[in-house]
């Protein structure tokens, strides 16, 4: 079964708009980390920002916030006044207790035009 | 240098031939990751170190030979690989929960390859 799934191959925005990706879990674990990563045409994987499964509060690092929706199992990162340099791959990982491993969504291509 | 580094950044390499990618780390992490991305795939988990031991081998084929010989820098040997190796390989650190560290995995670069 897929553990982490990205329903949107690709979205646009238009530049100063904010912008949701999408991103949901499966795990029976109770403690789990989740990770966003911006990939740009170069080829590196950029880590934004991290939610743990016991954080009370959503994880907010400047412009990137995450909506951690528990019960619903998801993760969606939103990207407030887009920039067109935000143009790139976006990928959703998870890593379960006791583990080493990310699991990648497929990601979602944002692209942002003026 | 800051950050994992990876080179070469490009390699284009026969499917005789034998190359290594290299990759170092320089933030002080104690675990190494290479990881496969094909296009229109999720992003593969090939190998761990930990410590510089191997804790993970996801059924890799034997073409891939990796060596961590310290905790910085991490190795990925190839030999007579196939067309469909061509791919980014990206390696990627971090310390590890279980050592009290954090678990973010910072990524290089990449090497993308191509197999002809």
């Known amino acids: 079964a897929q553990k982490i799934t990205q329903t949107q191959p690709g979205m646009f925005v238009q530049e100063k708009e904010a912008v949701t990706l999408d991103c949901t879990y499966d795990?029976?674990?109770?403690?789990?980390?989740l990770f966003w990563y911006k990939q740009p045409s170069s080829g590196e994987m950029i880590f934004l920002i991290y939610q743990g499964s016991y954080d009370q509060q959503n994880a907010t690092e400047g412009r990137y916030s995450l909506n951690f929706q528990k019960a619903r199992k998801s993760a969606n990162l939103v990207i407030s006044a887009s920039q067109l340099g935000d143009s790139a791959m976006y990928f959703c990982a998870m890593r379960e207790a006791n583990t080493d491993k990310l699991i990648f969504g497929t990601g979602t291509r944002l692209q942002v035009f003026p | 240098e800051t950050g994992v580094t990876q080179t070469p950044r490009h390699l284009v390499m026969g499917m005789t031939n034998k190359k290594s990618l290299k990759c170092e780390q320089h933030l002080g992490h104690n675990a190494m990751y290479w990881y496969k991305q094909s296009a229109k795939k999720p992003l593969e988990l090939m190998f761990v170190?930990?410590?510089?031991?191997?804790?993970e081998n996801n059924s890799v084929p034997s073409r891939f030979s990796p060596e961590c010989p310290n905790s910085s820098h991490l190795f990925l040997h190839l030999h007579t690989l196939q067309p469909e190796d061509s791919a980014l390989y990206l390696c990627a650190s971090s310390d590890l929960v279980r050592q009290g560290g954090t678990d973010t995995q910072y990524f290089g670069p990449g090497t993308r390859l191509t197999v002809l």
């Open positions: 170190y930990s410590l510089e031991e191997r804790v």
């Open positions: 795990t029976s674990d109770p403690s789990y980390g």
